[in-house]
């Protein structure tokens, strides 16, 4: 009786952290959507610190480096964010920074279209009262 009281209980808990998880990502993706460019930047370097990714609009992600590090890509060329699904691929000329000109494509796109990177912004996600650490992903 106890162990099947144990387990009952341990599944309430993990269907609660579950519920509140999902609401966080809402939550951490609304920030990033509310967001602000900051000021121009010509390169972003260490990608492979970029862990993390979500598109801003038709023309424009939102990356992450590290943990609050956030740079918005306008892009150019024939791609479309929305054919992003899991992932994006950086191609970077230097191998270490990211730059204008620097290639972005993403995994949906049936015809291996890619983009180039117009412009880096730093990106400032919307303040939230109850979390300051605002992490993005797909």
């Keep these: 009786m106890e162990k099947r009281l144990c387990q009952?209980?341990?599944?309430?808990?993990?269907?609660?952290?579950?519920?509140?998880?999902?609401a966080s990502d809402e939550t951490r993706s609304s920030a990033i959507e509310r967001g602000q460019a900051g000021e121009e930047v010509d390169r972003?370097?260490?990608?492979?610190?970029i862990d993390s990714w979500q598109r801003l609009d038709d023309r424009s992600i939102v990356v992450?480096?590290?943990m609050n590090d956030y740079y918005r890509l306008e892009l150019m060329g024939a791609c479309d964010?929305?054919?992003?699904?899991?992932a994006i691929q950086l191609e970077s000329r230097s191998?270490?920074?990211l730059s204008q000109g620097d290639r972005v494509r993403f995994d949906r796109d049936r015809a291996g279209l890619s983009c180039s990177i117009r412009r880096i912004h730093e990106w400032i996600p919307a303040g939230d009262d109850e979390?300051?650490?605002v992490v993005i992903g797909p």
Excluded: S, Y
């Excluded at 964010?81 to 899991?86: E, T």
């Design 8 to 22: 009952r209980l341990m599944l309430l808990i993990l269907g609660l952290v579950l519920v509140a998880c999902q």
């Design 44 to 49: 972003i370097c260490f990608t492979r610190q």
């Design 64 to 66: 992450r480096r590290g």
């Design 81 to 86: 964010p929305r054919d992003a699904f899991v």
């Design 95 to 97: 191998g270490i920074c």
């Design 131 to 133: 979390e300051d650490d």
